[in-house]
């Protein structure tokens, strides 16, 4: 069905660039120009964007990359050198509909890594918490790692979005979202923490805040004095699934949290020579920033929103590998 209504919507998209090349190639014609130069060059100019989302709906989307990155600190207790953690963010479910092959293939190249421990930061589904029907909430419960699965709360998976009568249903959305979450055997951080041990003295502490944006057009839900109740470990992991958060209430302030991990804002699904109309809106976007010993890496998703596709976006798998310095 999803790949149906990916053809549709190019047809239709194809129909309308046609329809309006026509009319242009017309206007031409009444000003004196030549109609059929006209109309052929506009169907040329026209060409490689239709090209372009065929390759992204039908086979980029598709394509799983894993970005290898090592991560050096001196914070960073012994016998956790050589921690690793795979980060995925933004599934977007809806997007996964009648694709879970597709989804099998990346949960498996995430196995296959032998992770430590598996964050998802955030928006893992778009509109509701119907969209792990379908056999997708059973894949995803697959994904394994030694220490666990855990998650936190982006915009999306507030409900926010959705047609809902009430502000009641609407919790009453959220709250199945965390249950089915719990069903997955995924422990959800919500402005909250936990303590991950392998010595007596060797501990980090991961960190989880409800998504906090710096933009005004994604609402605020966390609370970081909260989420950092009770943290003792040496070296601290924040998961902040908008990325604005970072340099605002991170960086700024002089934490003494050491790793933020943050999705978001996908590479707004396109980038072009490595250039991406996401720089325009976020300072960090995507990849590895740091300040001092303070790092920011950002994962521009597996799922899609708006439009279901992605050109020099490909989905992300995160390896991050801990070092000691």
């Known amino acids: 069905m999803d790949i149906i209504s990916n053809v549709v919507s190019l047809c239709s998209a194809t129909l309308f660039v046609v329809l309006l090349d026509l009319i242009v190639a017309m206007v031409i014609k009444l000003g004196g120009g030549k109609f059929k130069k006209s109309f052929k060059r506009g169907l040329w100019a026209t060409l490689l964007p239709s090209l372009l989302w065929c390759y992204g709906t039908f086979i980029e989307r598709n394509i799983y990359r894993i970005n290898e990155v090592s991560l050096y600190s001196q914070n960073l207790p012994a016998s956790f050198d050589g921690y690793k953690i795979v980060q995925i963010s933004d599934i977007h479910l809806a997007s996964f509909k009648g694709r879970n092959k597709s989804l099998q ?15 998802v930061t955030g928006d893992l589904i778009t509109i509701g918490p119907w969209e792990l029907d379908g056999g997708l909430q059973e894949i995803l419960s697959k994904l394994n790692a030694k220490d666990g699965v855990y998650t936190i709360l982006g915009n ?95 960086v700024a302030p002089k934490t003494d949290i050491d790793l933020t991990l943050s999705g978001h804002t996908h590479a707004m699904q396109f980038s072009l ?53």
Not at 105 to 118: C, F, G, M, T
Not at 279 to 304: M, P, T, W
């Open 105 to 119: 293939r990346a949960v498996n190249k995430i196995n296959s890594q032998q992770p430590d421990l598996i964050l």
């Open 156 to 250: 999306h998976d507030f409900c926010a979005y959705g047609k809902w009568e009430s502000k009641n249903e609407q919790k009453e959305a959220l709250n199945h979202l965390k249950t089915r979450i719990s069903q997955m055997g995924w422990r959800l951080l919500s402005n909250s923490n936990v303590v991950l041990s392998r010595a007596e003295s060797d501990t980090i502490s991961l960190i989880g805040i409800d998504n906090i944006s710096q933009n005004r057009h994604f609402r605020s839900y966390g609370d970081l004095n909260k989420a950092m109740i009770g943290v003792s470990g040496s070296f601290k992991i924040l998961m902040s699934h908008d990325p604005s958060f970072w340099r605002a209430e991170i």
């Open 273 to 325: 020579f490595g250039w991406s109309p996401s720089s325009l809106l976020f300072d960090e976007y995507r990849g590895l920033y740091s300040e001092k010993e303070q790092f920011l890496y950002v994962n521009i998703g597996l799922g899609e929103t708006f439009f279901k596709a992605r050109v020099g976006a490909t989905p992300e798998i995160t390896v991050l590998n801990l070092l000691k310095k």
